[in-house]
């Protein structure tokens, strides 16, 4: 049976759309889980979540850990939670099956990140490109502009492609950013990214809203911005599994190292819970050693 078809299962869609504002690849994710679920549960019948048991959802799970990696589980149990959690608030289920559902804890991986020599020669890179004549000086402009905000600003790679002119402050060298579910946050770039933006646009022709706006009037992909750092990585000698975020990793982590304020970075972050920044509190043995020597009464 077509999940259309289900009215409740198309109002909690809706709901994690319009008013939890899912991004579209949340959306994406925890759709492929009921789906599984689904399938799993109740093949050609009819969808009826109410025959759906708490035993039911446990054998799933198990069956789930077999054959699935424990975060891709982790995903599905989040998804089932929520969609029963909503059936029931909303009247659809008497009971609440997945009420005490309990979610595979995962092993936090500390991200993979730029060193500091990594993260010069990849800044340097677009110029180096355009004196290898492998690229046009526009095409150099552009790329040091987002390599500059990507790791001055720290931001996700969607808030940089959405970046609008009239959101940049040059006199405060800050940035008005549009996060996740639509949070506004205010981000500080250094005078490098700077430069390289009013460069950029000095020699752009076209007078356009969007930062990232080509001159054929086409905002540049989430692909295409990728695939030039890719370039720039294997140009650079550099690993080419080092992805955008991780240079939003980096920002984070180098910040932290040399002494910024937890609170703060999750505020630059766009992070709505701390939890959620504490990732980056991975700091090398020197710089440990180095706090213990200075802070410790009796070291």
């Known amino acids: 049976m077509l999940q259309t078809e289900n009215k409740s299962l198309v109002q909690y869609y809706e709901y994690i759309r319009s008013e939890r504002r899912f991004s579209s690849t949340t959306l994406a994710t925890y759709k492929n889980a009921i789906d599984v679920f689904i399938d ?10 109410s025959k759906v048991s708490h035993r039911d959802l446990q054998d799933f799970i198990i069956e789930e ?7 891709t589980v982790h995903n599905h149990v989040s998804a089932l939670r929520s969609l029963f959690g909503f059936l029931y608030e909303n009247k659809h289920l008497e009971i609440n099956p997945a009420l005490e559902l ?3 804890k995962l092993e936090k991986a500390l991200p993979k990140i730029f060193t500091l020599s990594q993260i010069k020669a990849l800044l340097a890179a ?3 490109a355009l004196n290898n004549k492998k690229i046009t000086q526009r095409i150099a402009l552009r790329d040091i502009m987002i390599l500059e905000l990507f790791y001055g600003a720290g931001l996700r790679i969607s808030e940089l ?7 940049i402050d040059f006199d405060n060298c800050a940035l008005k950013v ?10 500080p770039f250094p005078l490098a990214a ?6 950029y646009l000095s020699n752009r022709s076209m007078p356009l809203q969007k930062l990232l706006l080509e001159h054929n009037g086409k905002l540049l992909t989430v692909r295409e911005i ?7 990585l294997q140009s650079s000698g550099l690993p080419v599994d080092l992805s955008p975020h991780k240079i939003r990793h980096s920002y984070a982590t180098h910040l932290l190292n040399a002494g910024a304020d937890l609170r703060l970075l999750q505020e630059l972050l766009g992070h709505s819970n701390l939890s959620t920044t504490q990732v980056y509190t991975h700091i090398d043995s020197s710089r440990m050693k180095s706090v213990h020597q200075n802070c410790h009464p009796r070291a």
């Open 161 to 167: 492609r959405n970046i609008r002119i009239g959101d």
């Open 40 to 49: 799993w549960k109740f093949k050609n019948c009819a969808i009826d979540f």
């Open 178 to 187: 549009l996060g996740k579910r639509n949070k506004e946050r205010i981000c």
């Open 65 to 71: 850990q077999r054959n699935r990696k424990r975060t």
């Open 102 to 104: 309990i979610t595979p």
């Open 194 to 199: 700077s430069n390289a933006i009013k460069q």
């Open 126 to 128: 677009p110029l180096v």
């Open 226 to 232: 990728q695939y030039r750092l890719k370039f720039y």
